[in-house]
């Protein structure tokens, strides 16, 4: 008899762990499903190199802004922070095409030669879109150039 009951316990217990697992497995599905896989969430752009170490750091989200900027040979560091309303969002975010994303071209870093490198970042649900010195790609470039005018007129005059 004891064997009996423990097989039966081992049954139930299977059962019971498999609906647990299939159960959080469907939970996660269905908050995924909901978001626009062409949404930007966030977009980086970053300007590192040269013979001082200059940065600059810009980050923008949907609620935010964010910069960082300095040079490591001085150890000079500033940082500063906005919080950005929805249409200064939709303005920074309608200069992107996600159509054009797969075909805009990176090409080599210049930092080798003590050059600065632009990196630009565009965040989707469903990908992460890096270039960097893509001012190269005279065709599809244009729109970064508009993203950059349009990040200038919010930052600070020591930020630009």
């Not at 560091?77 to 929805?86: D, F, L, P, T, V």
Request: aromatic content about 10%; some cysteine; charged content about 20%.
């Amino acid at each position: 008899m004891p064997t009996t009951k423990n097989i039966h316990l081992k049954i139930l217990f299977s059962i019971f762990l498999l609906s647990a697992f299939f159960s959080c497995d469907k939970k996660e599905s269905v908050q995924t499903a909901h978001k626009d896989p062409y949404e930007i969430t966030s977009i980086s752009i970053s300007n590192i190199g040269g013979n001082l170490g200059y940065y600059r750091i810009i980050k923008v989200t949907k609620d935010s802004i964010t910069v960082e900027k300095g040079t490591t040979s001085t150890q000079n560091h500033k940082k500063w922070h906005s919080a950005i309303n929805a249409s200064t969002w939709k303005q920074l975010t309608s200069s992107i095409h996600m159509v054009d994303l797969d075909h805009i071209k990176s090409s080599p870093s210049q930092q080798s030669v003590d050059g600065i490198d632009e990196t630009f970042q565009i965040r989707t649900p469903k990908k992460s879109h890096i270039y960097v010195n893509s001012y190269v790609d005279t065709v599809h470039y244009k729109q970064f150039q508009q993203l950059k005018e349009h990040i200038d007129h919010i930052l600070p005059k020591e930020y630009k």
